[in-house]
């Protein structure tokens, strides 16, 4: 009984150090960043919370930029992957399924202008961002539903591009978020 | 391509970083002053004198190990009992009120936790309460990379123990150094880093706001950038949320990703160096650095070369080309397809496991490289653990090398005889055994089962690639990575239970085997140095390392890696 008291004591010590102290520390530190970015990083709009900066949204209408496709609808709460292997006949129904409706909704667009990223579904299902490309084609429908003119639209997407850390690590990409919150205030200047 | 470069630039960097950090690691080891003494001091003495510890009491290798098994077992109880009652914690503890787990879902997280594995079959948004988030899986990283580090110093101590009456060491002392002088610190940094970029810290629940077009959604958070620290530094790997690094609050921009690639490779990386030190054998550590960085190229090299290349089957609908290529599903764009497919790779070869990317949605080839890192488990490997693997493989090597040139198999001027040899050829098998044996079990229970598809429910993706997706869980478990395929059900009582032996022999087998290699070695004269002796530190040792590594590994896995990777990618599915 008594050679179990030691690591008891050891563990509890521990457990007090590393589960609950470490934690409080980082927290405490965290509290005191901007941004709110202890709690997310939430995004409003007229005093109104509307979503968080990273974390993709399911945008429906014509007159907003629609993300990728997601394997759980955009479920914060649930979120997830296909997890469809390359091979799997599913993979290739599905991509085809999101081609047609892209084409559908964007009426003048061709295959050969789509890039795959709309065709598929994102590893977090919560993915914010497009790349330039996917956001560009998606402009011409966009300024229809809008009634702006496209080169105004094309621009907005232009300075709403974040380009990649540091000029040259990643990706550029655009926050579809923050591009369609810029997209309602850009249609609201009479 | 300049998107490959930024996967070498930050490999680069992090090994700039080890050597501070590595030399910092071998003042500790060695008892030597360090400039954060006047605080971690004082905390590691309390952490012997309130458990009434004498760390100063020096062990053979079986206390040692028994010891530490000791408080492995006060670990596991913690964490199932917590599991096992996480529905019965309060509110504020649970705001999400994640509910309890079975028994066999408690059962194999508490076991992957305690061994470092980190595989979850369970999705932390829904599965898991803040405070076993924080006081069972994240003090169970702590606590498993602290003996991941112990056990580690423990046989390069023995390894360079002049005195052949000289005992393995304190556990304690060795266990308590790593949790408090070196993993409390780089966490904390890294930790603060992480909020930096982005990474949620909070213990309010989920937020409940409507989204841009009115509609109402939950989206869980929690205290999350304190987790990514130490399950980037421990090489644990478990995500706070189901998708793990490609969840945007995990890994919200390539400045976190980059903190995430930095923070994974760096202990294994110090580890090396610190060996160099405290066997003053600077020459013994470069060459180890480079097998280990070479290994990690050769395998990766390819891996990013082929997803790259793109998916056949979606070219066929004639879209746009992208830079990197069409194989997005499963994918980030803050990342893109190959800065996530090499940092697939390091997770794959340093077995922390924490991904970017959907395992399931590779390129078949893909899958090769990835197991083969896996599996092997010392291209840097876990903190500690990974140079127990390459010391089985240095003293295979060392001993084929010898009968080659007809001389005594000898290591580090020591006599390698039979009992050595047997402990690692033991090791180098017994992991391997287990995986083939357990995928054997898992094919045929679904092969014999009538129709499996809906009474077992096991594989979303059947054919080969279902028979990849149990491989490659069981490769993963035996070799404390923890990444699996998301297609595989892993939530029933098969795959709970099935993984555990793989874990337990994947973590403990290596261990033991490391210890008696090492401790068999530590009393017997010191050979001297003759003008035939095999030179360790040479390039003609390190490429035949390389070649044995390979060679075993190919012995052990190209048969199984046929039935899974190689058949779907030959026309399977």
Same mark, same amino acid.
């Given at each position: 009984?008594?050679?179990?008291?030691?690591?008891?004591?050891?563990?509890?010590? *521990?457990?007090?150090?590393?589960?609950?102290?470490?934690?409080?520390?980082?927290?405490?530190?965290?509290?005191? !960043?901007?941004?709110?970015? =202890?709690?997310?990083?939430?995004?409003?709009?007229?005093?109104?919370?509307?979503?968080?900066?990273?974390?993709?949204?399911?945008?429906?209408?014509?007159?907003?930029?629609?993300?990728?496709?997601?394997?759980?609808?955009?479920?914060?709460?649930?979120?997830? =992957?296909?997890?469809?292997?390359?091979?799997?006949?599913?993979?290739?129904?599905?991509?085809?399924?999101?081609?047609?409706?892209?084409?559908?909704?964007?009426?003048? !667009?061709?295959?050969?202008?789509?890039?795959?990223?709309?065709?598929?579904?994102?590893?977090?299902?919560?993915?914010?961002? *497009?790349?330039?490309?996917?956001?560009?084609?998606?402009?011409?429908?966009?300024?229809?539903?809008?009634?702006?003119?496209?080169?105004?639209?094309?621009?907005?997407?232009?300075?709403?591009?974040?380009?990649?850390? !540091?000029?040259?690590?990643?990706?550029?990409?655009?926050?579809?978020?923050?591009?369609?919150?810029?997209?309602?205030?850009?249609?609201?200047?009479? | 391509?300049?998107?490959?470069?930024?996967?070498?630039?930050?490999?680069?960097?992090?090994? %700039? &970083?080890?050597?501070?950090?590595?030399?910092? +690691?071998?003042?500790?080891?060695?008892?030597?002053?360090?400039?954060?003494?006047?605080?971690?001091?004082?905390?590691?003495?309390?952490?012997?004198?309130?458990?009434?510890?004498?760390?100063?009491?020096?062990?053979?290798?079986?206390?040692?190990?028994?010891?530490?098994?000791?408080?492995?077992? $006060?670990?596991?109880?913690?964490?199932?009992?917590?599991?096992?009652?996480?529905?019965?914690?309060?509110?504020?503890?649970?705001?999400?009120?994640?509910?309890?787990?079975?028994?066999?879902?408690?059962?194999?997280?508490?076991?992957?936790?305690?061994?470092?594995?980190?595989?979850?079959?369970?999705?932390?948004?829904?599965?898991?309460?803040?405070?076993?988030?924080?006081?069972?899986?994240?003090?169970?990283?702590?606590?498993?990379?602290?003996?991941?580090?112990?056990?580690?110093?423990?046989?390069?101590?023995? &390894?360079?123990?002049?005195?052949?009456?000289?005992?393995?060491?304190?556990?304690?002392?060795?266990?308590?150094?790593?949790?408090?002088?070196?993993?409390?610190?780089?966490?904390?940094?890294?930790?603060?880093?992480?909020?930096?970029?982005?990474?949620?810290?909070?213990?309010?629940?989920?937020?409940?706001?409507?989204?841009?077009?009115?509609?109402?959604?939950? $989206?869980?958070?929690?205290?999350?950038?304190?987790?990514?620290?130490?399950?980037?530094?421990?090489?644990?790997?478990?995500?706070?949320?189901?998708?793990?690094?490609?969840?945007?609050?995990?890994?919200?921009?390539?400045?976190?990703?980059?903190?995430?690639?930095?923070?994974?490779?760096?202990?294994?990386?110090?580890?090396?160096?610190?060996?160099?030190?405290?066997?003053?054998?600077?020459?013994?550590?470069?060459?180890?650095?480079?097998?280990?960085?070479?290994?990690?190229?050769?395998? %990766?090299?390819?891996?990013?070369?082929?997803?790259?290349?793109?998916?056949?089957?979606?070219?066929?609908?004639?879209?746009?080309?992208?830079?990197?290529?069409?194989?997005?599903?499963?994918?980030?764009?803050?990342?893109?397809?190959?800065?996530?497919?090499?940092?697939?790779?390091?997770?794959?070869?340093?077995?922390?496991?924490?991904?970017?990317?959907?395992?399931?949605?590779?390129?078949?080839?893909?899958?090769?490289?990835?197991?083969?890192?896996?599996?092997?488990?010392?291209?840097?490997?876990?903190?500690?653990?990974?140079?127990?693997?390459?010391?089985?493989?240095?003293?295979?090597?060392?001993?084929?090398?010898?009968?080659?040139?007809?001389?005594?198999?000898?290591? &580090?001027?020591?006599?390698?005889?039979?009992?050595?040899?047997?402990?690692?050829?033991?090791?180098?098998?017994?992991?391997?055994?287990?995986?083939?044996?357990?995928?054997?079990?898992?094919?045929?229970?679904?092969?014999?089962?009538?129709?499996?598809?809906?009474?077992?429910?096991?594989?979303?993706?059947?054919?080969?690639?279902?028979?990849?997706?149990?491989?490659?869980?069981?490769?993963?478990?035996?070799?404390?990575?923890?990444?699996?395929?998301?297609?595989?059900?892993?939530?029933?009582?098969?795959?709970?239970?099935?993984?555990?032996?793989?874990?337990?022999?994947?973590?403990?087998?290596?261990?033991?085997?490391?210890?008696?290699?090492?401790?068999?070695?530590?009393?017997?004269?010191?050979?001297? %140095?003759?003008?035939?002796?095999?030179?360790?530190?040479? $390039?003609?040792?390190?490429? +035949?390392?390389?070649?044995?590594?390979?060679?075993?590994?190919?012995?052990?896995?190209?048969? %199984?890696?046929?039935?899974?990777?190689?058949?779907?990618?030959?026309?399977?599915?």
């Amino acid at each position: 009984m008594l050679r179990i008291v030691r690591p008891v004591l050891l563990s509890g010590l *521990l457990l007090l150090l590393f589960g609950i102290g470490f934690p409080a520390v980082v927290w405490a530190v965290a509290q005191l !960043l901007p941004g709110g970015r =202890a709690a997310g990083s939430p995004v409003s709009v007229h005093g109104r919370v509307v979503g968080f900066r990273y974390i993709g949204q399911r945008f429906r209408r014509p007159g907003y930029f629609h993300g990728r496709p997601s394997a759980v609808g955009y479920n914060a709460a649930g979120t997830g =992957a296909s997890n469809l292997s390359a091979t799997s006949p599913a993979l290739l129904a599905a991509a085809r399924a999101h081609l047609d409706t892209l084409l559908r909704q964007n009426p003048g !667009l061709r295959p050969a202008d789509v890039p795959a990223e709309l065709l598929t579904a994102s590893g977090s299902g919560l993915d914010p961002d *497009l790349s330039p490309q996917a956001a560009l084609v998606q402009v011409p429908r966009v300024a229809r539903a809008r009634r702006l003119p496209p080169s105004q639209v094309e621009a907005l997407v232009r300075r709403q591009t974040t380009s990649p850390w !540091l000029g040259f690590m990643g990706p550029a990409h655009v926050n579809v978020l923050t591009l369609n919150i810029a997209l309602d205030s850009l249609a609201a200047r009479p | 391509m300049l998107d490959s470069l930024n996967a070498l630039l930050l490999v680069a960097l992090t090994a %700039a &970083l080890a050597l501070p950090v590595g030399r910092y +690691l071998a003042r500790v080891y060695a008892g030597q002053p360090t400039w954060l003494d006047p605080v971690l001091g004082p905390l590691e003495r309390l952490c012997y004198r309130l458990p009434g510890l004498d760390p100063t009491r020096p062990m053979r290798w079986q206390p040692y190990l028994l010891h530490l098994l000791a408080l492995h077992a $006060v670990w596991l109880v913690w964490a199932v009992a917590v599991l096992l009652l996480q529905d019965r914690l309060p509110a504020a503890l649970n705001p999400d009120h994640a509910p309890a787990m079975s028994w066999s879902q408690a059962l194999h997280t508490g076991i992957s936790f305690l061994t470092s594995t980190n595989a979850q079959h369970y999705s932390g948004e829904t599965g898991a309460a803040y405070f076993t988030q924080l006081a069972v899986f994240g003090f169970l990283q702590f606590m498993s990379a602290g003996t991941s580090l112990a056990v580690g110093v423990a046989v390069v101590r023995a &390894l360079g123990a002049e005195d052949a009456q000289a005992r393995l060491g304190n556990p304690y002392q060795d266990f308590i150094r790593s949790c408090v002088r070196v993993l409390l610190p780089l966490s904390l940094v890294v930790a603060v880093l992480f909020a930096v970029g982005g990474v949620p810290m909070t213990l309010a629940g989920a937020a409940h706001s409507a989204n841009l077009e009115g509609v109402a959604g939950t $989206v869980a958070r929690g205290p999350v950038a304190a987790f990514e620290a130490i399950k980037e530094l421990g090489s644990n790997g478990g995500g706070f949320f189901g998708p793990n690094d490609a969840h945007p609050f995990e890994n919200p921009t390539f400045f976190t990703f980059a903190v995430h690639h930095v923070a994974v490779l760096l202990l294994p990386m110090a580890f090396v160096v610190m060996l160099g030190r405290l066997l003053r054998r600077p020459g013994l550590a470069r060459m180890l650095f480079g097998v280990m960085a070479a290994g990690l190229l050769l395998l %990766a090299t390819p891996a990013v070369w082929l997803e790259q290349r793109g998916n056949p089957a979606l070219a066929t609908l004639g879209v746009a080309a992208q830079p990197g290529g069409n194989q997005l599903e499963g994918k980030e764009m803050r990342f893109g397809v190959v800065p996530t497919t090499a940092y697939a790779a390091i997770n794959m070869a340093v077995p922390a496991g924490t991904i970017a990317g959907a395992q399931d949605s590779y390129q078949p080839a893909v899958e090769v490289p990835f197991m083969l890192l896996m599996q092997i488990d010392a291209f840097f490997g876990g903190l500690g653990t990974g140079f127990l693997n390459m010391l089985i493989y240095v003293v295979i090597a060392a001993f084929v090398a010898s009968l080659m040139v007809g001389r005594t198999p000898e290591l &580090l001027g020591k006599k390698i005889e039979a009992p050595q040899m047997q402990a690692a050829v033991l090791v180098a098998v017994a992991g391997p055994v287990v995986v083939l044996a357990s995928a054997a079990l898992a094919a045929w229970w679904w092969a014999t089962t009538p129709n499996p598809a809906t009474t077992l429910g096991w594989l979303g993706n059947p054919g080969a690639h279902g028979f990849s997706a149990m491989l490659y869980e069981l490769i993963s478990a035996t070799a404390g990575n923890g990444s699996g395929f998301g297609s595989l059900s892993g939530n029933n009582p098969f795959w709970n239970l099935l993984p555990c032996l793989a874990m337990l022999v994947g973590r403990f087998v290596p261990i033991v085997g490391a210890l008696l290699i090492a401790a068999g070695l530590l009393p017997k004269p010191t050979m001297p %140095a003759s003008l035939g002796a095999i030179r360790l530190e040479s $390039v003609t040792f390190a490429a +035949l390392l390389l070649v044995i590594i390979a060679i075993l590994g190919a012995l052990l896995f190209f048969p %199984a890696l046929t039935l899974g990777p190689l058949a779907e990618l030959l026309g399977g599915r």
